[in-house]
């Protein structure tokens, strides 16, 4: 389930060049206006019966077409949080490339956060990694993941992974994407287990490089390849 509170992005680092909704390459690029859309109120909308239209019990992926910090937003944001709160019922993912603006516009009550609520954390190599993730784990948030995606390069999170629940990797789609190195992942996938968290390797990217060669994925096959190669370890976790 998605909930899309506003839409429109700009590029915030080099993992953003080719981005797969606003890129040279997609038909959203030049996009970078901000707006609410027509599904701002989506959490809270309830059909002529009065059912909430989204059910209990959903998982609720937030903003994925924009970024919930983007400074555009500030001023909805607030009404955005509460909506989140009115909804315990549903876990709400947050996904963000703009972590060290997390503090503005957080709700009073806030706390040490809202058990409904997981923020993720996106890093693509080393130099973001070291710069986003002392921020995040800064900050008073009960439930934490990281994106590694588009994974560009290797990245060692491994003295940043307490207090993580969860990682993810990813490569880059488009048709400049860059390569995904299928060594990277698995470090990140020992730095995982090492540290006893969850790991998911989501998707390959469109050139994804395995034992020294480099394969063009078609972007429909991507997600199946990473899955059958098995590497996940997911528990009883629920897939974002």
Request: charged share 25%.
């Amino acid at each position: 389930m998605n909930w899309e509170p506003w839409t429109g992005c700009c590029k915030v680092s080099d993992g953003c060049t080719y981005c797969y909704f606003y890129g040279p390459f997609s038909k959203r690029y030049g996009q970078n206006t901000i707006f609410k859309t027509e599904e701002f109120n989506k959490p809270i909308a309830k059909s002529a019966n009065g059912v909430a239209k989204i059910s209990s019990g959903k998982i609720v992926a937030t903003c994925f077409a924009s970024d919930f910090f983007i400074a555009e937003a500030d001023e909805w944001r607030t009404e955005a949080w509460a909506m989140i709160k009115s909804r315990p019922d549903l876990e709400f993912l947050i996904l963000t490339k703009r972590i060290d603006r997390f503090n503005v516009s957080l709700p009073a009550d806030w706390g040490d956060g809202y058990d409904n609520v997981n923020i993720g954390c996106t890093v693509e190599n080393q130099e973001i990694a070291d710069y986003r993730l002392p921020i995040f784990l800064s900050y008073p948030i009960k439930k934490r993941f990281v994106a590694c995606a588009p994974l560009l390069g290797a990245i060692d999170l491994s003295k940043y992974l307490g207090g993580i629940e969860h990682v993810s990797v990813g490569g880059e789609t488009g048709r400049e994407a860059r390569e995904c190195d299928y060594d990277w992942v698995l470090d990140i996938r020992k730095q995982c287990e090492i540290a006893g968290i969850t790991f998911w390797f989501k998707n390959t990217g469109s050139f994804f490089k395995r034992d020294g060669v480099v394969q063009k994925v078609n972007p429909f096959k991507q997600n199946s390849l990473a899955k059958e190669l098995g590497i996940n370890i997911l528990g009883d976790k629920k897939l974002f």
